[in-house]
């Protein structure tokens, strides 16, 4: 069973970008099943971001054309990379694979 480990969040001002990262330990990733972002701002429920399978990405209305998802070549880490950052974006930022879920980390948007 892989373990994930998000990081890369933190605050950050309206526009400004950061890179999201998941570590997978004890398995790599399995492209063939599908890696995922999805976050949860406050009060609010999930949301999907995007997914990388051996389709290729896909992404949500939220992420289409200012996030993009990637992985190293190993496949042993999950990127998510966040740029045009807005306040709505503030949220706790997960990653999936199959069933396996990490803890999340917390991005602030805030001037």
């Known amino acids: 069973e892989v373990q994930l480990v998000e990081s890369g969040g933190g605050l950050v001002q309206p526009g400004g970008s950061l890179r999201l990262s998941c570590a997978a330990s004890?398995?790599?990733?399995?492209?063939?099943?599908?890696m995922s972002w999805w976050r949860q701002p406050p009060g609010k429920g999930l949301e999907w971001l995007a997914k990388l399978n051996s389709g290729g990405t896909s992404y949500g209305n939220a992420a289409e054309g200012r996030f993009t998802i990637s992985t190293d070549n190993a496949k042993t880490t999950l990127y998510l990379q966040l740029t045009s950052l807005r306040t709505e974006d503030t949220a706790m930022y997960y990653c999936?694979?199959?069933?396996?879920w990490g803890q999340g980390t917390q991005v602030t948007v805030s001037s």
């Open positions: 004890g398995s790599t990733f399995s492209v063939a099943s599908g």
């Open positions: 999936s694979a199959g069933s396996n």
